[in-house]
């Protein structure tokens, strides 16, 4: 095992020093609930399992989620990932493509950032590599096919214990859409994502390890953008006859990661010792925590300009300074080290398979160093953090959360403080609060931009300063959750008309409320979840409303099949949304496409026997009912493909 663990490392440490080929992770952005895990809220959308397997995360092993069952539930027939969410996401009218949030949510950041990061949705980062709780193997094998053969998707999730200490994860991802008949012109998209964990328990378990390995490549053919959606339906009959602004263009992201975790846990531990079985025996634990991460970033965007292409010179504008075409090429390597003090102790809740924290403080210090290429130019950038973490739950129905960072070298100032409470009134209602504030840095790509070894800009952005409320009262009775919450942006750093950046001289607010309500009658459903929004300026656009609904049969067909038929419809109000400019990798502004009110109805139908679940799905069924008016579209100039909309899928979980 010595082995395999130095010829592991050895490994990561040769690709990031010599950097004999592009990687890893996506930097230090992401959008979430503000934990250090950004589990989206459907988590909480579980049914009881007829397997349970539990899961947990390196950079904190005392807390344990639940895995995704073999049930049917609202979320199984979405194979795209921006639509599996509470909240979806808006993106290019097909899977896999550049995305970014409808329903506005606060951006969280640590240090340095490229600021590429419109494909996080698709990543599998080495934090948040799950490693299984399990008693016997098991392999989860999804599948799903949209429109033609060459549109497809495949997810496999495989765990197994090697002798009494040794735990072994795999998970493995991929959307392709390589369709020549169901995609507009030069819209394709292969997204994949691969890990490997080992997860390493001593005898006496005091001392507990986690090695990850992940790799994450982005390939995606980009073409600017429909140059007209309102065609109607019936002047022709396949996407493949649209005019689009770009033919050749391609973005290729790479991220390679390779992390250490360890713990050891001082004082006296019992002959069970496990975290699990400490916090049920209400015991005061002490550990240190060490982590070093290898990371290897790659990212690349090209277009080879002809003189054919009329509208080349057009859509690039400024950003065409070699008449050979565009190319933007940036290199991001890391090495980062944290070291934590952690005590804890347990409370015991002896009807739940896991224990819950009493109380939690960890004290910590992060150092990161980066290694910055452009052509062609070299940067190294230093940065320490000071880290600091306390849980407490003073009683059954409480719980409180909450963390801190600041910079005191590199980005100095950079600080981040969010909190997350959460209070049981019985069996009667839940209420949730969450707050944030921080203040960031602009990323690399907001600072300086350069095409063809030619500088595009060179700004001297002042820091943004955000500060996020949120808070929510839910009625598990009456299946009802109301919320409301508040955004507050100064400095905010946009990308204009013309895709170069801005930063706004004015506070920027969003306000925000929230509702979902479902109602049950015998075995009919019908599921109901609005956000309601307003921006106080033009710089940052959101739908004033997204709404999505769901009317579904839920029952057992011929005794053993269980099984829900219904109708999905989601729509956002009309605006001028964002478009996607792909040489920058941003969702800019866009004043000549207003997006009008149009809904986007889906049919589905989902099956279930034992461990094996299907489903079969028709989408934009919209354009039966309204075949003259505009393509449904979420982002501007990227309506969905008004071909055929057909799918299916399927998820096998075998276990031994």
């Excluded at 016997?136 to 429109?147: C, E, I, R, T």
Aim: aromatic letters at 16%; glycine letters at 8%.
């Amino acid at each position: 095992m010595l082995k395999v663990l130095l010829t592991l490392l050895l490994f990561g440490w040769a690709q990031l020093v010599f950097a004999q080929f592009p990687g890893s992770s996506i930097g230090n952005s992401s959008r979430g609930n503000g934990s250090q895990f950004p589990i989206d809220s459907a988590q909480r959308d579980q049914e009881l399992d007829t397997f349970k397997v539990n899961y947990r995360f390196a950079a904190d092993p005392f807390r344990s989620f639940p895995n995704k069952d073999t049930a049917i539930n609202r979320f199984f027939h979405q194979f795209d990932p921006t639509r599996a969410r509470t909240w979806d996401y808006r993106n290019l009218g097909n899977a896999g493509s550049a995305a970014e949030p409808i329903v506005y949510e606060p951006t969280f950041r640590r240090g340095f950032s490229v600021g590429l990061n419109q494909y996080n949705l698709y990543y599998l980062p080495a934090s948040q590599m799950p490693f299984y709780e399990v008693d016997k193997p098991f392999l989860n094998v999804a599948f799903f096919q949209a429109g033609e053969q060459n549109n497809s998707g495949v997810a496999l999730q495989f765990c197994r214990n090697f002798g009494p200490g040794l735990t072994v994860s795999i998970d493995y991802r991929r959307i392709n859409l390589n369709g020549e008949t169901t995609l507009f012109p030069d819209q394709r998209s292969r997204d994949t994502g691969f890990g490997i964990g080992f997860w390493f328990k001593s005898k006496k378990k005091r001392y507990t390890s986690f090695l990850t390995f992940t790799n994450n490549r982005i390939n995606s053919f980009d073409n600017g953008g429909v140059i007209s959606d309102t065609i109607p339906a019936d002047q022709f009959s396949a996407s493949t006859q649209a005019a689009v602004y770009l033919s050749g263009a391609r973005t290729r992201h790479q991220h390679q990661e390779l992390l250490y975790t360890q713990y050891l846990q001082f004082g006296k531990v019992d002959s069970l010792g496990a975290v699990a079985d400490t916090l049920r025996k209400n015991k005061q634990i002490f550990q240190i925590a060490h982590s070093i991460s290898l990371q290897n970033n790659f990212y690349r965007y090209s277009d080879s300009y002809s003189s054919s292409e009329s509208t080349t010179p057009a859509y690039y504008g400024a950003f065409l300074t070699d008449i050979r075409g565009v190319r933007n090429f940036i290199q991001h390597q890391k090495v980062e080290n944290s070291f934590r003090f952690i005590t804890f102790r347990g409370q015991s809740n002896p009807d739940q398979q896991v224990g819950k924290e009493k109380g939690r403080l960890e004290l910590g210090i992060t150092h990161a160093l980066h290694r910055i290429r452009q052509e062609p130019k070299d940067s190294i950038l230093n940065e320490l953090f000071l880290t600091g973490r306390l849980n407490i739950t003073p009683s059954q129905g409480i719980q409180l959360r909450t963390a801190a960072q600041l910079a005191v070298l590199g980005n100095v100032g950079d600080y981040q403080l969010t909190g997350d409470l959460q209070i049981a009134l019985g069996k009667l209602a839940v209420l949730h609060a969450n707050a944030l504030n921080q203040l960031y840095s602009p990323t690399l790509v907001q600072r300086e931009f350069i095409v063809s070894q030619q500088a595009i800009w060179n700004n001297n952005f002042r820091k943004t300063l955000e500060t996020n409320f949120r808070g929510s009262i839910e009625l598990p009775r009456f299946l009802l959750e109301v919320g409301a919450g508040v955004t507050l942006l100064n400095n905010f750093i946009y990308s204009d008309t013309s895709a170069v950046f801005r930063q706004s001289g004015v506070p920027v607010s969003v306000l925000q409320a929230f509702v979902r309500k479902d109602f049950v009658v015998w075995k009919f459903h019908l599921e109901n979840q609005a956000a309601f929004q307003s921006s106080s300026q033009n710089v940052l656009r959101v739908p004033q409303i997204f709404g999505k609904h769901s009317f579904y049969f839920s029952g057992r067909l011929f005794k053993v099949l269980d099984t829900w038929i219904g109708v999905d419809l989601r729509y956002q109000t009309g605006f001028y949304a964002n478009t996607y400019f792909p040489l920058t990798g941003q969702f800019r502004l866009n004043d000549q496409r207003a997006l009008s009110l149009y809904p986007g109805l889906d049919f589905f139908a989902s099956f279930r026997i034992t461990k094996f679940r299907a489903f079969i799905k028709f989408e934009n069924m919209g354009k039966l009912f309204l075949p003259k008016q505009q393509y449904f579209a979420q982002t501007a100039y990227y309506p969905l493909p008004p071909s055929s909309g057909f799918r299916f899928g399927f998820q096998w979980r075998f276990s031994n």
